[in-house]
T-cell receptor
Framework: EAGVAQSPRYKIIEKRQSVAFWCNPISGHATLYWYQQILGQGPKLLIQFQNNGVVDDSQLPKDRFSAERLKGVDSTLKIQPAKLEDSAVYLC??????????????FGPGTRLTVT | AQSVAQPEDQVNVAEGNPLTVKCTYSVSGNPYLFWYVQYPNRGLQFLLKYITGDNLVKGSYGFEAEFNKSQTSFHLKKPSALVSDSALYFCAVRFPNDYKLSFGAGTTVTVRA
């Protein structure tokens, strides 16, 4: 079974530029998550999708971050414009369901973003 | 609000010795508890979870964790550590009716040969 795929793996941009990350979840997983992991901290949930609908984006800085999951499969996370404090690893995860049996989250390798 | 604490930033052990990584949580009710491991430049890998039932949970790579409700702890253990266990370990908690995972800050484990 293929795991969660993410690209790019690394990205360096200047502040005020825009950037986009792509995620392809495990086949059949209805729930998709984007996390931000700042160095020295645990991952923090940015947004959660159930199929192609948003179920939790309470911690997403909506003035600069946006995400979509068209057709309920792949997802894209965008930052525009980027700030220095956005430097982090952006992790995508997926799970079979939101709750009950099968809700373990499986993580991709992450995209390391450096904003200079 | 739910929260999880990993009181040790770093744990150092010699290969072959027992390994313990501590985790405590400060929530009420019956949370679900998880351990994940992160190797350099890789995503988090699921190790084990506690949902209900037996307080001792066995997971991948010889790890186990013990749920202690009275002490609100979920410590990760391995009887005999390997150098390859050197990694960053995260404890996480969620409620059954809340689909959000809250992670601890992580504990860096170094196993020396």
């Amino acid at each position: 079974e293929a795991g969660v795929a993410q690209s790019p793996r690394y990205k360096i941009i200047e502040k005020r530029q825009s950037v986009a990350f792509w995620c392809n979840p495990i086949s059949g997983h209805a729930t998709l998550y984007w996390y931000q992991q700042i160095l020295g901290q645990g991952p923090k949930l940015l947004i959660q999708f159930q199929n192609n609908g948003v179920v939790d984006d309470s911690q997403l800085p909506k003035d600069r971050f946006s995400a979509e999951r068209l057709k309920g499969v792949d997802s894209t996370l965008k930052i525009q414009p980027a700030k220095l404090e956005d430097s982090a690893v952006y992790l995508c995860a997926s799970s079979l369901v939101r709750g009950g049996v099968g809700f373990e989250q499986y993580f991709g390798p992450g995209t390391r973003l450096t904003v200079t | 609000a739910q929260s999880v604490a990993q009181p040790e930033d770093q744990v150092n052990v010699a290969e072959g010795n027992p390994l313990t990584v501590k985790c405590t949580y400060s929530v009420s009710g019956n949370p679900y508890l998880f351990w994940y491991v992160q190797y350099p430049n890789r995503g988090l890998q699921f190790l084990l979870k506690y949902i209900t039932g037996d307080n001792l949970v066995k997971g991948s790579y010889g790890f186990e964790a013990e749920f202690n409700k009275s002490q609100t702890s979920f410590h990760l253990k391995k009887p005999s550590a390997l150098v390859s266990d050197s990694a960053l370990y995260f404890c996480a908690v969620r409620f059954p009716n809340d689909y959000k995972l809250s992670f601890g800050a992580g504990t860096t484990v170094t196993v020396r040969a």
